[in-house]
């Protein structure tokens, strides 16, 4: 979890982070530009499986910000999904309007009435959110409101003391203490998560640097002209969960740390999230780091190890170590279209990926043209030309 210092560019403001490259991917331009440069973020429900990673990553890289993030409620029960729904969007829409009153405090002419804190006393409110969420539509209106007044009263006042921190329950909490006792004391991971004289580690590293892009000429030119090439400085960013400096063996690493249901299968987690394309990533930022940082100069001299990711299966509770080859990394920054065609020559049959420096072209090449209507091939030809045995 990064700091407002990150997630505003470390005051820059529009930073281009590896998950945001990732997505280009998938997103539409415009899906894409509305997202990560005007911050609009979809109405999407956050996935309570990512809950017990969020407090890990908390837990490894910056404990003291634990009570700042999380709630613990000593609430082993709580109403269903949708109920939840229903009562955090009263308890929203109550703070809403007590601060939209505080504003306007000054240039009222009376006192103004705020609303209670208090789920039974906003009647109206609870019942307009039961009937965005379609709640039991087929019921009366007040035994419907009854209900999840009844269900939910302990449940918002959690809200209202929590004051906006995600809630955890203990026992989620006690899970995520007793994984982070596991992997300090495991012979593998103890190193990447204990400090020592000689073991120095960077917990939640922002790096803000800058990529070189080369704008591509519009107009041509006559072939006795050089044209030097302009380049177009894209800002980007990283957050490293760990990045260790080992002084006695001088040596520097990147670790990435990742939660699993099943560190057998984690692999199949690689390739679905790309986690290659982001060490790749986070490796480029680190060359940026050591040569414009004098803080980390040094590190010249020291040897890069290959980044790893630390997964812990949740339900075992073991850790496993993944390294990356240098051709992985590579082909994530690159892509993989030369080495399939250097392999099995140019007529082969598998998929063709890009690599993070291809997709971040991509998003160059828009930010030059200022224009994310739509993707490149439709701007420039009006048509996209399918590629369905490599694609």
Not at 52 to 60: A, H, N, Q
Not at 174 to 189: D, F, P, R, V
Not at 259 to 285: A, P
Request: proline letters at 3%; glycine letters at 4%; one cysteine or more.
């Amino acid at each position: 979890m990064q700091t407002a210092d990150y997630k505003n560019g470390g005051g820059r403001g529009f930073c281009i982070s590896q998950s945001s490259i990732k997505a280009w991917r998938n997103f539409s331009p415009k899906k894409w530009y509305r997202k990560y440069v005007e911050n609009i973020e979809d109405d999407e429900n956050e996935n309570p499986a990512f809950l017990l990673g969020e407090i890990l990553d908390t837990l490894i890289t910056c404990p003291d910000k634990l009570e700042e993030r999380f709630y613990i409620a000593n609430m082993e029960k709580i109403p269903s999904e949708t109920e939840c729904k229903i009562i955090e969007c009263t308890y929203n829409q109550i703070i809403e309007y007590n601060n939209s009153l505080k504003e306007l405090n000054e240039v009222l002419p009376e006192e103004p009435e705020f609303l209670k804190i208090d789920l039974a006393e906003n009647w109206d409110i609870l019942l307009s959110c039961c009937n965005t969420e379609k709640w039991q539509s087929g019921w009366k209106d007040d035994t419907r409101v009854n209900k999840i007044i009844e269900r939910g009263n302990a449940y918002f006042s959690i809200l209202a003391e929590a004051n906006h921190r995600k809630i955890i329950s203990s026992s989620l909490n006690m899970q995520a203490l007793e994984l982070i006792e596991i992997l300090k004391a495991n012979k593998h991971t103890r190193d990447y998560l204990v400090e020592s004289p000689d073991n120095e580690l960077h917990f939640q590293l922002e790096i803000f640097a800058e990529y070189d892009y080369e704008v591509e000429f519009e107009d041509p030119i006559a072939w006795h002209e050089i044209r030097e090439p302009e380049i177009r400085k894209i800002p980007i960013k990283g957050a490293l969960d760990i990045f260790r400096v080992d002084h006695k063996n001088k040596t520097y690493q990147i670790v990435d740390f990742k939660k699993t249901f099943s560190t057998h299968e984690f692999k199949n987690n690689i390739y679905k999230f790309n986690y290659d394309m982001q060490l790749s990533f986070y490796q480029y930022l680190i060359s940026k780091l050591i040569e414009q940082d004098a803080n980390f100069y040094y590190l010249k001299d020291y040897k890069q190890l290959p980044p790893i990711n630390i997964a812990i299966d949740i339900v075992d509770k073991t850790p496993c170590i993944y390294s990356y080859s240098e051709r992985d990394l590579y082909n994530a920054r690159y892509g993989n279209e030369k080495f399939l065609e250097g392999a099995f020559g140019k007529h082969h049959q598998f998929r063709i990926k890009k690599g993070w420096n291809q997709l971040l072209d991509e998003i160059a090449w828009h930010i030059c043209k200022n224009d994310f209507s739509e993707c490149r091939e439709m701007l420039e030809n009006g048509i996209i030309q399918l590629n369905l045995i490599n694609n």
